[in-house]
């Protein structure tokens, strides 16, 4: 487990730093040298294609981190699973790609009158399909090998950095518009070929396949395990993407490339709820194998606790700093400023809830799960077919806020119902208050003038004055208050640790 551990936190590690290239890339570089309606083309080229590598993948890299350890031998090469993977996933590219086909007109028309530069080069989609697909299907074999940190760099950090060179090229005229797109859709054909080289390169790629293994209760059981969580998958993809799906169909290439933008602020929340999520799941998975119900009781209401507080924390340093962000971009982006504030209280909303997901996968109810985002992107749908034509880019973010918040109060009220245990505490009131208090003393910190004409310093000023007290502020009452254990012993820990460097 020391290996696994430490390759867990290498990965995230890089992770991080992908994030950060990824975001601060797209929002104060992307903005500059690329027109608004080419960022909405390049959004919309991913989101599709991020949504049919999963309908075309079959659910199979959950299919492989739940059952590759039936075929784990590394003598026998893992009786051929990979390569059997490969060829399934070919099997449902090449259905979807028929589908396409046969669908094309139909899917065009959506996007003819509004977004006519994405019809143009629909057929960018399908390479595109193909490496993401391959990089998530040789994602989960790592991950069943234990090997996870060079997946990592070419996922979170390889393709930013292809990409960003691609957009720098462009700019500068080295690379015309059509070479600009070649070497976008490039950035993940090498990509899924630098992964399948390491696999090689490892001694893990092996192509017999052992189909002994494949027998009736197992191919039931990969069944039964691939359609739940196909369907469930498939389902919870087209939430995350339906928004800019539909912007691009309805309004503009314009206002999608705005829309992806300003929704990248709010996927700065992913990363720490991510973490903790992940620590948590294992814990209680235990919990439900063990039936201590106390043990899961804690669980829910210290990951809601401590999500919900670094949640609020950079809701503010986001929301407070907003206009000072905003003005490094160019001022088409400022259209963008409440999409922001909607996508980041429900992602606020969303942390604050805790493992109600996890929860509800690891019990005998998890069936349902699927029920609940069945409802949730059919309110999605709506909301979005009802809120764009009237309040445009905000009425996207206000479907998608409407019905992320309508699955988490699902999952709250099942939980109460079937376990008689909520997230809530004294403690999170607290919390609450902490926030409530901080945002109106952020709220109430006038803008910082300095004396120099240059505007962009002004707003960095701005930012730092604002940061600093919301953070020391924040921190000196969640800490005096006790709010939570688990970052009083953090805190804790960490001055020892600087301690015991300056002892050294």
Same mark, same amino acid.
């Given at each position: 487990?020391? +290996? ?65 350890? $039936? ?116 950035? /993940? ?8 080289? $390491? ?10 396949? =052992? ?12 069944? =039964? ?8 998958? %498939? ?97 088409? /982006? ?7 504030? +909607? ?21 005998? $109810?998890?069936?349902?799960?699927? %029920? ?12 979005? %077919? ?15 806020? +409407? ?48 004396? +120099?004409? =240059? ?39 960490? %001055? ?9």
């Amino acid at each position: 487990m020391g +290996i696994v551990r430490q390759e867990s936190i290498k990965a995230t590690f890089f992770s991080a730093i992908g994030v950060a290239i990824g975001f601060f890339s797209q929002v104060f570089i992307f903005t500059r040298l690329l027109a608004p309606s080419i960022v909405g083309l390049i959004k919309l080229i991913q989101s599709f294609s991020n949504l049919f590598s999963f309908f075309s993948l079959f659910n199979l890299p959950s299919i492989t981190i739940r059952f590759f350890p $039936y075929f784990r031998n590394k003598e026998k090469g893992h009786h051929g699973y990979l390569f059997f993977a490969m060829v399934f996933a070919t099997i449902g590219f090449t259905f979807f790609f028929i589908l396409s086909v046969i669908f094309r007109e139909e899917i065009l028309n959506l996007y003819i009158e509004k977004s006519k530069l994405f019809t143009k080069h629909f057929n960018l989609v399908f390479p595109i399909i193909i490496g993401v697909s391959l990089m998530k299907l040789l994602s989960a074999y790592l991950l069943s090998l234990f090997k996870i940190v060079y997946s990592a760099v070419v996922k979170e950090i390889y393709i930013k950095v292809f990409t960003l060179s691609c957009v720098l090229l462009y700019y500068y005229k080295v690379l015309d518009f059509d070479g600009f797109l070649i070497s976008f859709v490039g950035a /993940y054909a090498l990509s899924s070929i630098l992964l399948l080289l $390491y696999v090689i390169s490892i001694g893990e790629f092996h192509i017999r396949v =052992n189909f002994k293994l494949f027998d009736k209760q197992m191919v039931k059981k990969m069944s =039964n395990y691939a359609t739940y969580g196909y369907l469930s998958g %498939l389902v919870q993809s087209s939430i995350i993407e339906i928004d800019k799906l539909m912007i691009a169909s309805m309004v503009s290439l314009y206002s999608t490339g705005i829309y992806g933008i300003t929704a990248l602020f709010s996927m700065i929340l992913n990363l720490p709820q991510q973490a903790i999520s992940n620590i948590s799941g294992s814990l209680a998975s235990q919990a439900f194998k063990d039936n201590d119900f106390d043990k899961i009781k804690e669980l829910y209401k210290k990951t809601a606790l401590n999500q919900f507080i670094i949640g609020s924390l950079i809701f503010m340093l986001i929301w407070f700093n907003v206009d000072a962000v905003l003005s490094f971009m160019p001022v088409d /982006y400022l259209k963008g400023k409440y999409v922001i504030l +909607i996508l980041i209280s429900m992602k606020l909303f969303d942390m604050g809830t805790g493992i109600n997901g996890g929860i509800i996968n690891m019990s005998k $109810y998890y069936r349902l799960m699927l %029920l609940f985002n069945s409802l949730s992107l059919i309110l999605a749908v709506t909301a979005n %077919l009802l809120l764009i034509p009237l309040y445009d880019i905000n009425g996207a973010a206000l479907a998608t806020c +409407i019905s992320i918040i309508f699955f988490n109060v699902l999952k709250l009220l099942f939980i109460w119902w079937k376990f008689k245990i909520l997230p809530f505490s004294i403690q999170y009131i607290k919390a609450v208050g902490v926030f409530v208090f901080m945002s109106i003393i952020a709220y109430l910190i006038p803008t910082s003038k300095i004396n +120099i004409e =240059n505007q962009n310093i002004n707003s960095f000023f701005d930012i730092a004055v604002k940061s600093i007290i919301i953070f020391a502020g924040f921190t000196i009452l969640t800490l005096g208050l006790r709010v939570s254990e688990d970052v009083n012993d953090l805190y804790k820990k960490t %001055l020892l640790r600087i301690k015991s460097w300056f002892i050294k």
